[in-house]
């Protein structure tokens, strides 16, 4: 998606060679007019896809998935993050480690927001090693549902999220595929 490319380009900054911030348009203040443009776009890819929920990961997945949900004109859920284990019956949860900011979380989905006719579409801000993906999906394999697909907005291309997903039969469709962050220099897949 080359304005988000152009974007990108302008205004992130390569932190180091593993992180990307974007903080001006996407994690802290946030480009809602890109935002709209980024869910027509996962909107238009995954509209034959009978997708009945998107789900996302709070909290900056929330403006894709909220512009995808809407012009899909279907719910959007959030999946939670819990620092304890929620002891409630009426709650899916798994356990998520994010390697980027060496954490660990607990995942979490009410049942009462998902039955096993949901066919979910995910999308999310980033994907570095793909273990956020991994656990939603979990949670939606949990309820007995399906998941159509992953939408991702930045994709880190060179770790290992997508070999991740794709290796569990799943399909990733990403806006901007980061090839490199060495030396300060944004490169993209193509
Ligand atoms: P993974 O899910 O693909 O395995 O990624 P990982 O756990 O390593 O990343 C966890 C968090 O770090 C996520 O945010 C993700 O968006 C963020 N992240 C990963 N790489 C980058 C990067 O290069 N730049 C920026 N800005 N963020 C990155 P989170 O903890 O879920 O927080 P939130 O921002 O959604 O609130």
Redesign the pocket.
């Known amino acids: 998606m080359n304005i988000l490319k152009d974007k990108i380009l302008r205004d992130g900054i390569a932190l180091n060679s593993?992180?990307?911030?974007?903080?001006s348009f996407?994690?802290h203040q946030v480009d809602v007019n890109l935002m709209k443009k980024i869910g027509i776009e996962f909107a238009n890819h995954f509209r034959d896809k009978n997708i009945t929920k998107v789900f996302t990961?709070?909290?900056?997945?929330i403006a894709p998935a909220l512009f995808t949900s809407l012009e899909l004109n279907v719910p959007m859920v959030i999946l939670k993050?819990q620092n304890s284990k929620i002891l409630n019956d009426n709650f899916y949860t798994t356990e998520?480690?994010?390697?980027?900011?060496n954490?660990t979380y607990n995942l979490t989905l009410s049942k009462n927001y998902i039955d096993s006719d949901d066919n979910i579409l995910i999308i999310?801000?980033?994907?570095?090693?793909?273990?956020?993906?991994k656990g939603a999906i979990k949670l939606v394999e949990n309820a007995n549902a399906k998941v159509a697909g992953i939408g991702i907005v930045?994709e880190?291309a060179f770790?290992p999220?997508r070999k991740a997903l794709e290796d569990l039969g799943y399909e990733v469709y990403s806006l901007a595929r980061i090839k490199s962050?060495d030396n300060n220099k944004i490169e993209f897949v193509n």
């Open positions: 593993e992180v990307l911030k974007v903080d996407i994690n990961i709070e909290s900056s997945g993050k998520v480690k994010s390697f980027t900011k954490t999310d801000d980033f994907l570095a090693n793909g273990e956020a993906a930045i880190k770790q999220g962050l």
